[in-house]
């Protein structure tokens, strides 16, 4: 059974840093693109980042670039998102997804964790 | 940029009902249409791929359409558990897009 595990999300002061970990079983994590989606509060779900399956590629979505960093480790089975200079329109439940790439960009998601809350207050 | 709307906001249903999803997309996105369902505290479940695939272990109640720019999710008998948000996902072109989605209550 596919299942993935986030954690590390919480409560954190503008500009401040977290780490969010999500530990994956139960598939083969090296064969999958991984990656972050995040819903804020009353809002429609945002894909955040994404990264191939040795870690050589990775994608991020404007709002988030040069902030945020994804990572993954083979040995663990697992995906970080390394968050810093946080904001409040960051705040939001980040949920770790499995990638399907059709083609190219053409990605949807086929498993997903139950997520993890960030809250930043200004 | 795709912009994805869901409508209604909202749906009433009663349990056996028909209930029939709507999602218009900004501009073409062929068939490359992604629906799921949420429940809360609970992790997105991919129900529907390539507008209207059923991912694995979904119920056959439940169907999609369209291509294009409009898309629709029908779930023929509503069960019990079948309460919950629907979105729809864009994955023809970047950025990815998804739908504010659609709630379906119990009438």
């Known amino acids: 059974e596919v299942q993935l595990v986030e954690s590390g999300g919480g409560l954190v002061q503008s500009g401040g840093s977290l780490r969010l970990s999500c530990a994956a079983s139960g598939f083969t994590f090296s064969d999958y693109w991984m990656s972050w989606v995040r819903q804020a509060p009353g809002k429609g779900l945002e894909w955040v980042a994404n990264i191939k399956q040795d870690g050589s590629e990775k994608y991020y979505v404007d709002s988030v670039k040069g902030r945020f960093t994804i990572s993954r480790d083979k040995a663990k089975n697992s995906l970080y998102l390394q968050m810093n200079s946080l904001r409040a329109e960051d705040t939001a439940v980040y949920y770790c997804a499995r990638d399907i790439v059709v083609v190219s960009v053409a990605i949807y998601f086929d498993y997903w964790g139950q997520g993890t809350l960030v809250t930043v207050s200004s | 940029e795709i912009v994805m709307t869901q409508s209604p906001a909202t749906l009433s249903v009663s349990p056996g009902e028909r209930a029939t999803l709507s999602c218009r997309a900004s501009?073409?996105?062929?068939?490359?249409l992604a629906w799921y369902q949420q429940k809360p505290g609970q992790a997105p479940r991919l129900l529907i791929y390539g507008a209207s695939t059923r991912a694995t272990g979904i119920p056959a109640r439940f169907s999609g359409s369209g291509s294009g720019t409009e898309f629709t999710l029908t779930i023929s008998s509503l069960q019990s558990e079948d309460f919950a948000v629907y979105c729809c996902q864009q994955y023809y072109n970047w950025p990815l897009a998804f739908g504010q989605g659609t709630k379906v209550e119990i009438k």
């Open positions: 501009q073409s996105v062929s068939s490359n």
